[in-house]
């Protein structure tokens, strides 16, 4: 399936998931995670810690709904740290073991495009759209991803989880982005994949709400919210 522009002015993208691939970035990374509290702590904390992610280790597969699916990273930080509570350490040792171990995944080496995104964005521009991101992530990793695959100038606004304002499914994140570019949010389209992202789209009352099967939306996840359900951003025609 495909899906037409006409009327959008704007296209806020989702990263990881909708244009960076998502298991590599953060399937390695949880279990990083959850190997550097073993040793820290002593203790084996993967099943809390994974349920609480939405991680199966099974299969190696995140799951809607988890906290991996759109959580800042501050916020499951503090997430991990209430497993490691629960699991019997003190406060103060659980902010221990997170001091110890806690880290971002790598945002350059871990990175993998879904698509062609600068000859994408490039298509996307040549037609009169313009290109913002709003992401789960942090500011730093998503500025360095970017810069690593040559695409911050094809980038005309960026807003990320450690800006200050509500993160997703609120719609301050879209509205940010319309305010700064001038653009009416009627003239807008929002691409995630996930709930949330087509959430946010939603509430911000954007034009288009485009869900994407590349990251751990299922299609039954993304149609409530959805004008469309296309199988990646390979599928958005000028």
Avoid: N
Avoid at 126 to 141: K, Q, V
Avoid at 214 to 238: H, K, M
């Amino acid at each position: 399936m495909t899906v037409r522009l006409d009327g959008i002015d704007l296209v806020v993208f989702d990263k990881d998931g909708t244009i960076i691939e998502f298991g590599p970035m953060w399937s390695g990374w949880a279990v990083a995670l959850a190997d550097g509290l073993r040793a820290a702590t002593g203790r084996s904390v993967e099943v809390p810690l994974f349920e609480m992610l939405g991680y199966d280790a099974a299969t190696g597969a995140v799951l809607p709904g988890g906290g991996l699916a759109a959580t800042p990273m501050a916020r499951l930080r503090e997430r991990t740290g209430k497993v490691l509570v629960d699991e019997g350490l003190s406060q103060a040792e659980a902010e221990m073991a997170l001091a110890a171990v806690w880290h971002a995944p790598d945002p350059v080496g871990l990175a993998r495009p879904l698509t062609d995104l600068a000859a994408l964005f490039g298509r996307l521009r040549a037609a009169g759209h313009r290109i913002a991101i709003a992401t789960s992530d942090d500011r730093d990793p998503t500025e360095q991803t970017l810069a690593a695959f040559a695409l911050t100038g094809a980038v005309d606004a960026l807003v990320c989880a450690d800006d200050g304002i509500p993160v997703k499914p609120a719609p301050d994140m879209v509205l940010r982005l319309c305010t700064e570019l001038g653009i009416e949010p009627s003239r807008t389209a929002v691409v995630g994949d996930s709930a949330a992202d087509l959430r946010m789209g939603r509430a911000a009352g954007v034009g288009l709400v485009v869900g994407v099967l590349t990251g751990v939306g299922a299609r039954s996840d993304l149609e409530p919210q959805a004008d469309a359900v296309i199988g990646s951003v390979e599928g958005l025609l000028t």
